[in-house]
């Protein structure tokens, strides 16, 4: 089973940008605790971060016929791209959304997703733990 974590704009930063909001913890050590997450349930993932909304959109669509699942933090194109959620409904590979703050308590802007009906769940506000509660509901779809 091969599942790919995506990270949108400025999730490079994290560890440095706002961490009273996003935490402490850099991509990369995020990434590894999601690597060790995995490995017991057999679970081969990817792992792609990009500022560049055609960059995700490649990636997404290089997902088609390749990856069972897919786990995005779109990041601020969250509230608008309607260019990443066609590019999820395109490939027609279970996703799951997910953000590290919870969106439905912040700015008035950061309420809306436009992917969250593109996508089969979205799991906000946990930290990294919204990642890991991804990997796990996808584990369990994608086993059944
Ligand atoms: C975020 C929430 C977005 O509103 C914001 O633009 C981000 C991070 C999150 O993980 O909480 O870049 O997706």
Redesign the pocket.
């Known amino acids: 089973m091969k599942i790919i974590v995506i990270n949108?704009?400025?999730?490079n930063m994290l560890g440095v940008r706002e961490p009273e909001?996003?935490g402490k913890m850099t991509l990369e050590e995020m990434n590894e605790i999601i690597q060790k997450e995995a490995e017991p349930l057999g679970i081969n993932l990817e792992f792609y971060q990009s500022n560049h909304e055609g960059d995700l959109i490649d990636v997404i669509q290089q997902c088609y016929h390749r990856i069972d699942g897919i786990i995005i933090?779109?990041?601020?194109?969250?509230?608008y791209s309607y260019a990443i959620r066609d590019a999820i409904s395109s490939v027609h590979i279970p996703t799951i959304e997910?953000?590290?703050?919870?969106?439905s308590s912040?700015?008035y802007f950061?309420r809306t997703s436009v992917i969250e009906d593109v996508a089969e769940k979205q799991i906000?506000?946990k930290g990294i733990a919204?990642y890991i509660e991804a990997l796990h509901f996808l584990n369990t779809k994608l086993k059944l």
């Open positions: 949108g704009p400025n999730l909001i996003y933090n779109p990041g601020a194109y969250s509230h997910v953000h590290l703050s919870d969106i912040r700015e950061r906000s506000g919204s």
